[in-house]
């Protein structure tokens, strides 16, 4: 166990939509990540938040968004849904930005229809 | 742009026999490397990393990897593998200098441990 959780496990979403997705870091953990992991792919960076601001960010458009929060939570949102969203979503949390250090919840299955 | 690949999809082992899982990395500037395992339905599990220092890196569950610059490699090797080692292994790659904190990921190896 790592424990940086998310919610929620699975998730059936209709193309068009919008869907958020949480992660709890683990406790004393400053930074958080995301990232998508397609079908037979590995992770793919989203974007990592240090200390509730957005700190790097890889090549996805602007309707994939996050925050974090005052206790390092995070969400991601992802606006007007598309069926190549579909992937494991995954959360990671580090106790600094230099993410050398990373450990992963168990993530989210998004399936868009 | 820095990258990463995994020659092999799928490696298969027999139990107790050496493995070799192969990473190779292009990055600008010095490589931080670091290997992570996946169980099915699970997320990624870290097992070691190279940021500098030995070229030999012991990681978890008696998983070692060696670093090589001049083949810009980084393989995953254990001595005796175990059916439980059976899962899917990913290489990753970061730079590093500067601001840049984004990793990149292979595609993953499939690792079978044959009783």
């Known amino acids: 166990e790592t424990g940086v959780t998310q919610s929620p496990t699975h998730l059936i979403k209709t193309r068009g939509q919008q869907v958020t997705l949480r992660c709890s870091s683990q406790?004393?953990?400053?930074?958080v990540s995301w990232y998508q992991q397609a079908l037979g792919q590995g992770p793919q960076f989203i974007f990592q938040y240090y200390r509730e601001e957005e700190n790097g960010r890889g090549n996805f458009p602007p309707r994939f968004s996050g925050l974090q929060f005052p206790n390092y939570s995070s969400e991601l949102n992802v606006n007007a849904l598309e069926l190549d969203d579909s992937a494991l979503y995954l959360c990671?949390?580090?106790?600094?930005?230099?993410?050398?250090?990373?450990?992963f919840g168990q993530g989210t299955r998004l399936t868009v229809v | 742009a820095q990258s990463v690949a995994q020659p092999e999809d799928q490696v298969n082992v027999a139990e107790g026999n050496p493995l070799t899982v192969k990473c190779t990395y292009s990055?600008?500037?010095?490589?931080?490397l670091f290997w992570y395992v996946q169980y099915p339905n699970r997320g990624l599990q870290f097992l070691l990393k190279?940021?500098?220092?030995?070229?030999l890196v012991k990681g978890s569950y008696g998983f070692e990897a060696e670093f090589n610059k001049s083949q810009t490699s980084f393989h995953l090797k254990k001595p005796s593998a175990l059916v439980s080692d059976s899962a899917l292994y990913f290489c990753a790659v970061r730079g590093a200098s500067g601001g840049s904190y984004i990793p990149t990921f292979g595609r993953g190896t499939s690792l079978i441990v044959h009783p």
């Open positions: 990671a949390s580090s106790p600094d930005r230099s993410n050398t250090e990373a450990f």
């Open positions: 990055v600008s500037g010095n490589p931080y």
């Open positions: 190279y940021i500098t220092g030995d070229n």
């Open positions: 406790s004393g953990h400053n930074t």
